[in-house]
């Protein structure tokens, strides 16, 4: 557990009893971002003080990148167990998959979201990227800096170097590179802006979603902190960083993927820039308004963008909210997708899954067999904060969504499908367990699970329609692509795909079937697909390298 280091400061006149402790890393830009929040809370007549928390990301070698929640995993963790009561975090560094049990109270008005260019002390005729030397070598950590800078000038060295600002500024001032890319807010935080040699067109290098605000987060039970932050919240920031974030969620990315994005008010509404880099070369840069569906719409076309114009063709059979992750994973790879909604997901409501959650007894089962019945579940026990009870996931990309809603530990089987579930969930005879399903669920799971002496009730949590009449036309128009493969993730996608395809159903089962799993592999053959493969494991990765290695092979 890691050790709160209490640092003393002006704690206000309120009452000793009501301190907000204020949980934060210990480096100086941490503790400056902290600070400011100790400071406004204070003026506010509440009463705080600063605990260091030392995190994973202050534990690594100093040659080492930092992984996903780095920075934040032990400062939420102090606040989860009530070792503090406010956690301040960069909120670019704040992972998407947040626990349920606590929320960001407040985003502070954001300074500078940009990127920086700053080159080293006693360089003269370098204003800007551009005139960097050729072959200049440029230091960052950052995936998504590394791509675009890249991208900008192809001539340059990029190269890591890790390290707070003061240790990646004294290693560029020694000769280990020519210029450093770093955020403008931490350089001006940490009273060195005047280090900056040039601030970057968000359009050449976004910025990374979240960078330039501060991100402060309590627990969601804890009314007196929460009602003390909710003064500190600037609307607008909030509304931009929420915008960019779900641009971040929407591509399947982390706060290490190399997208970009910032969006601003304009008017009644917001508009974002946005940029999505495949680890390599390649990189894709567009713009639009954030509204219904304007955050997937724009990262389609930018995924698009990503796989270029001659990559060869798959038909991706996902429904429409769900199937961006998988399209960038394949554009990463060289392969464009040709998005077809095969079926479509409609809720029913959360009454039925509410009442059947909240009659559960402590350490009862939840069974998911899909990303949609576990999105939704997620939702109503994070809702009703259900920690207590138990969790069961058909496999790695349903698991992934549980998590999202902020549940911890599940279990998942040696495969991914609904037989294995059935056979291994470790639940003794007479343990209650809730079948979370689709209507065009396998009833067999259910059935396999009471021989077995469990107490199942089922809830319908959403309704499957299969080959949605808005989607012909994007068959038609995926067909005249000359696709090289078709990607399925479940047996109604299948079905769904085909009754779309009516007459043209033939030439689709002459196409490589490339299946998720062995259950959706059944189907598929079954339909009269005479290709059929699986991929390693149940995830868009795996999908996508099974679509690459697919149309590589093709004449």
Same mark, same amino acid.
């Given at each position: 557990?890691?050790?709160?280091?209490?640092?003393?400061?002006?704690?206000?006149?309120?009452?000793?009893?009501?301190?907000?402790?204020?949980?934060?890393?210990?480096?100086?830009?941490?503790?400056?971002?902290?600070?400011?929040?100790?400071?406004?809370?204070?003026?506010?007549?509440?009463?705080?003080?600063?605990?260091?928390?030392?995190?994973?990301?202050?534990?690594?070698?100093?040659?080492?990148?930092?992984?996903?929640?780095?920075?934040?995993?032990?400062?939420?963790?102090?606040?989860?167990?009530?070792?503090?009561?406010?956690?301040?975090?960069?909120?670019?560094?704040?992972?998407?998959?947040?626990?349920?049990?606590?929320?960001?109270?407040?985003?502070?008005?954001?300074?500078?979201?940009?990127?920086?260019?700053?080159?080293?002390?006693?360089?003269?005729?370098?204003?800007?990227?551009?005139?960097?030397?050729?072959?200049?070598?440029?230091?960052?950590?950052?995936?998504?800096?590394?791509?675009?800078?890249?991208?900008?000038?192809?001539?340059?060295?990029?190269?890591?170097?890790?390290?707070?600002?003061?240790?990646?500024?004294?290693?560029?001032?020694?000769?280990?590179?020519?210029?450093?890319?770093?955020?403008?807010?931490?350089?001006?935080?940490?009273?060195?802006?005047?280090?900056?040699?040039?601030?970057?067109?968000?359009?050449?290098?976004?910025?990374?979603?979240?960078?330039?605000?501060?991100?402060?987060?309590?627990?969601?039970?804890?009314?007196?902190?929460?009602?003390?932050?909710?003064?500190?919240?600037?609307?607008?920031?909030?509304?931009?960083?929420?915008?960019?974030?779900?641009?971040?969620?929407?591509?399947?990315?982390?706060?290490?993927?190399?997208?970009?994005?910032?969006?601003?008010?304009?008017?009644?509404?917001?508009?974002?820039?946005?940029?999505?880099?495949?680890?390599?070369?390649?990189?894709?840069?567009?713009?639009?308004?954030?509204?219904?569906?304007?955050?997937?719409?724009?990262?389609?076309?930018?995924?698009?963008?990503?796989?270029?114009?001659?990559?060869?063709?798959?038909?991706?059979?996902?429904?429409?909210?769900?199937?961006?992750?998988?399209?960038?994973?394949?554009?990463?790879?060289?392969?464009?997708?040709?998005?077809?909604?095969?079926?479509?997901?409609?809720?029913?409501?959360?009454?039925?899954?509410?009442?059947?959650?909240?009659?559960?007894?402590?350490?009862?089962?939840?069974?998911?067999?899909?990303?949609?019945?576990?999105?939704?579940?997620?939702?109503?026990?994070?809702?009703?904060?259900?920690?207590?009870?138990?969790?069961?996931?058909?496999?790695?990309?349903?698991?992934?969504?549980?998590?999202?809603?902020?549940?911890?530990?599940?279990?998942?089987?040696?495969?991914?499908?609904?037989?294995?579930?059935?056979?291994?969930?470790?639940?003794?005879?007479? $343990? !209650?367990?809730?079948? =979370? +399903? &689709?209507? /065009?669920?396998?009833?067999?799971? %259910? *059935?396999?699970?009471? @021989? #077995?002496?469990?107490?199942?009730?089922?809830?319908?949590?959403?309704?499957?329609?299969?080959?949605?009449?808005?989607?012909?036309?994007?068959?038609?128009?995926?067909?005249?692509?000359?696709?090289?493969?078709?990607?399925? $993730? !479940?047996?109604?996608? =299948? +079905? &769904?795909? /085909?009754?779309?395809?009516?007459? %043209? *159903?033939?030439?689709? @089962? #002459?196409?490589?079937?490339?299946?998720?799993?062995?259950?959706?592999?059944?189907?598929?053959?079954?339909?009269?697909?005479?290709?059929?493969?699986?991929?390693?494991?149940?995830?868009?990765?795996?999908?996508?390298?099974? $679509?690459?290695?697919?149309?590589?092979?093709?004449?």
């Amino acid at each position: 557990m890691a050790e709160l280091i209490p640092v003393q400061g002006d704690i206000g006149a309120s009452a000793r009893a009501e301190l907000l402790r204020i949980a934060t890393r210990g480096s100086a830009l941490a503790l400056v971002q902290a600070t400011s929040v100790r400071d406004a809370l204070v003026s506010a007549g509440e009463a705080a003080e600063l605990v260091i928390v030392e995190t994973a990301g202050d534990r690594r070698l100093p040659d080492t990148p930092w992984g996903e929640g780095a920075f934040v995993t032990a400062i939420e963790q102090a606040l989860r167990d009530g070792r503090a009561d406010i956690a301040v975090h960069s909120a670019k560094d704040v992972p998407l998959d947040g626990h349920a049990d606590l929320v960001i109270a407040a985003f502070l008005e954001r300074a500078d979201p940009r990127d920086a260019l700053v080159v080293r002390a006693g360089t003269t005729g370098v204003t800007r990227l551009e005139e960097l030397p050729h072959g200049a070598v440029v230091g960052t950590d950052s995936p998504r800096r590394a791509a675009f800078c890249r991208d900008v000038r192809p001539d340059l060295v990029v190269r890591p170097i890790h390290g707070n600002v003061d240790t990646r500024l004294r290693r560029l001032d020694a000769g280990e590179a020519d210029a450093l890319i770093l955020a403008v807010a931490g350089l001006e935080r940490l009273g060195q802006g005047h280090r900056i040699t040039a601030r970057l067109d968000a359009r050449i290098i976004p910025p990374a979603p979240g960078q330039g605000a501060i991100a402060v987060q309590v627990r969601a039970t804890d009314g007196h902190a929460r009602t003390a932050v909710a003064t500190l919240d600037h609307v607008a920031t909030r509304a931009a960083v929420e915008a960019e974030r779900a641009f971040l969620d929407a591509c399947g990315g982390g706060c290490r993927a190399p997208i970009g994005a910032l969006a601003r008010v304009e008017g009644d509404g917001l508009r974002i820039s946005v940029g999505i880099g495949d680890g390599g070369s390649r990189v894709a840069r567009g713009d639009g308004d954030v509204g219904p569906d304007g955050s997937r719409l724009l990262g389609e076309r930018l995924v698009a963008d990503l796989a270029g114009p001659d990559a060869p063709v798959v038909l991706v059979t996902r429904p429409t909210d769900q199937r961006l992750p998988l399209m960038r994973a394949l554009a990463e790879l060289g392969v464009a997708a040709a998005p077809v909604a095969a079926i479509a997901t409609v809720p029913m409501g959360p009454a039925p899954l509410r009442d059947g959650l909240v009659g559960l007894p402590s350490g009862a089962w939840v069974v998911v067999t899909s990303p949609t019945g576990a999105r939704i579940a997620g939702a109503v026990a994070a809702h009703l904060g259900r920690g207590d009870l138990r969790w069961a996931a058909v496999g790695e990309a349903t698991a992934l969504q549980l998590v999202r809603a902020g549940l911890t530990g599940i279990w998942t089987p040696s495969r991914p499908d609904g037989r294995a579930i059935a056979e291994e969930l470790p639940a003794d005879p007479g $343990a !209650s367990v809730l079948l =979370v +399903r &689709g209507d /065009l669920a396998d009833p067999e799971l %259910a *059935a396999t699970l009471e @021989r #077995r002496g469990a107490i199942v009730r089922e809830v319908t949590a959403y309704r499957t329609v299969e080959a949605p009449g808005s989607s012909r036309p994007q068959l038609a128009e995926a067909l005249q692509r000359d696709p090289a493969a078709v990607v399925l $993730a !479940s047996g109604s996608a =299948v +079905r &769904g795909l /085909l009754t779309l395809a009516g007459p %043209a *159903a033939e030439t689709l @089962r #002459r196409l490589p079937a490339l299946c998720i799993g062995p259950t959706t592999a059944a189907v598929a053959r079954e339909a009269g697909f005479r290709d059929v493969c699986v991929a390693r494991r149940p995830s868009d990765e795996a999908l996508a390298e099974l $679509a690459a290695a697919t149309v590589a092979l093709r004449p």
